[in-house]
T-cell receptor
């Protein structure tokens, strides 16, 4: 079946540190891959996406590359800010007309000044 | 700005007392979704509407129902809330393109439901 696995959190970093949040997936065919961010008390916001192998999604300094050979979509940012503190969800949408999103368990990022 | 709106943002209800959560959208998307997110967990899809067609997930309890009177609005009805239904409820939308459901979903801010 389809599933997403994220690294466990919380991840605690100092401001301006480099961020990596690992995400691997299991799926048949060619799913689309997403990172969503959830700030405290709010809904999910789409951060970036990639729809085919070797695509790189990027937004607000975050980026992730769709690696089919390693079934991964790791999120990276070169220099985090306190305002990046949130929960990050990796998700996949299976190929085909399913309309479903399958989420990983979420990784909490805490950035300290 | 085009957006997904949920009301109320916070709702407290008593055990067994029916409750309705509302979602509206100005994106003119034809697909609408309801998710349940319990504390520190990932969102879990309850059901979705593809236009007027209702699609229930196999493990969604019968206690959860939904209505979509028009393109813009969708409601989540919990007929007899239990303590275990305390959660954030998220509405999302997406647009079908040429017969293929768009896989980018846009979420509302959520309604935080507490069942006492």
């Amino acid at each position: 079946g389809n599933s997403v696995t994220q690294m466990e959190g919380p991840v605690t970093l100092s401001e301006e540190a480099f961020l990596t949040i690992n995400c691997t997936y299991t799926a048949t065919g060619y799913p689309s891959l997403f990172w969503y961010v959830q700030y405290p008390g709010e809904g999910l916001q789409l951060l970036l996406k990639a729809t085919k192998a070797d695509d790189k999604g990027s937004n607000k300094g975050f980026e992730a590359t769709y690696r089919k050979e390693t079934t991964s979509f790791h999120l990276e940012k070169g220099s985090v800010q306190v305002s990046d503190s949130a929960v990050y969800f990796c998700a996949l949408s299976p190929s085909g007309n399913t309309g479903k999103l399958i989420f990983g368990q979420g990784t909490t990022l805490q950035v300290k000044p | 700005d085009a957006m997904v709106i949920q009301n109320p943002r916070y709702q407290v209800t008593q055990f067994g007392k029916p409750v309705t959560l509302s979602c509206s959208q100005t994106l003119n998307h034809n697909v609408m979704y309801w998710y349940q997110q319990k504390s520190s967990q990932a969102p879990k899809l309850l059901f979705h509407y593809y236009d007027k067609d209702f699609n229930n997930e196999a493990d969604t309890p019968d206690n959860f129902q939904s209505r979509r009177p028009n393109t813009s609005f969708c409601f989540l009805d919990i007929r007899s809330p239990g303590l275990g239904d305390t959660a954030m409820y998220l509405c999302a939308t997406s647009r079908d393109r040429r017969g293929r459901v768009s896989d980018t979903q846009y979420f509302g801010p959520g309604t935080r439901l507490t069942v006492l």
